[in-house]
């Protein structure tokens, strides 16, 4: 199974900070690699996919970036509404893994 | 508007079945891939199953392979998941979602795997 490490675990950052998420495969995933928000009791939401498309309705100060094995999402410039659980996807072969999460709070 | 309702989940013993359902709108339910995956409480997401859109390919988690089927009604525009032999390792919330990198999530289900 391909492994997804997620780092950090959790972060606090400022009102218009610009903070970095990373997830790194234990193989290559030829880009296939999704970025999700999660807030609390709420279902996962589609922020990033195909590594640096950014889904529909997702503003546009989230951006991903990366290649084969090393893949990051940025917020640039934190918003409160911003808080919550973001974990990383690799769709590039069964079973599908994710990432353990980083729970993002506001400082 | 795509929404994805999913019901059938509570709480079952060790051992018995459950059988979930997803009722999907807004999309056309047949050109599309469902998945289902679970969240144990307060722990990450886990990938279940996936289904093709015509239903003739499925894909399975190893840890339920053999118990949990997968399955869907494309005239009902509905995802099912077939539980047997449960475990308490089976306690999540369960989510389907749909297209190639689970663009749309439903609000999930909860199963409760215990004596």
């Known amino acids: ?107 | 508007e795509v929404q994805l309702v999913e019901s059938g989940g509570g709480l079952v013993q060790p051992g018995r079945s459950l059988k979930l359902s997803c009722a999907a709108s807004g999309f056309t339910f047949s050109n599309y891939g469902m998945h289902w995956i679970r969240q144990a409480p307060t722990k990450g997401l886990e990938w279940v199953a996936s289904i093709s859109p015509s239903g003739g390919s499925t894909y399975y988690r190893d840890s339920v392979k053999g118990r949990f089927t997968i399955s869907r009604d494309n005239a009902k525009s509905t995802l099912y998941l077939q539980m047997d032999s449960l475990r308490s390792e089976d306690t999540a919330t369960y989510y389907c979602a749909t297209g190639a990198y689970f663009d749309y999530w439903g609000q999930g289900v909860m199963v409760t795997v215990s004596s």
């Open chain 1, 1 to 107: 199974d391909i492994q997804m490490t997620q780092s950090p675990a959790s972060l606090s950052a400022s009102l218009g900070e610009t903070i970095s998420i990373e997830c790194r495969a234990s193989e290559d995933i030829y880009s296939n690699l999704a970025w999700y928000q999660q807030k609390s009791g709420k279902s996962p939401q589609l922020l990033i996919y195909a590594a640096n498309r950014l889904q529909d309705g997702v503003p546009s100060r989230f951006s991903g970036s990366g290649s084969g094995t090393q893949y990051s999402l940025k917020i640039s410039g934190m918003q409160p509404e911003d808080e919550g659980d973001y974990f990383c996807l690799q769709g590039s072969k069964f079973p599908y893994t994710f990432g353990a999460g980083t729970k993002l709070e506001l400082k």
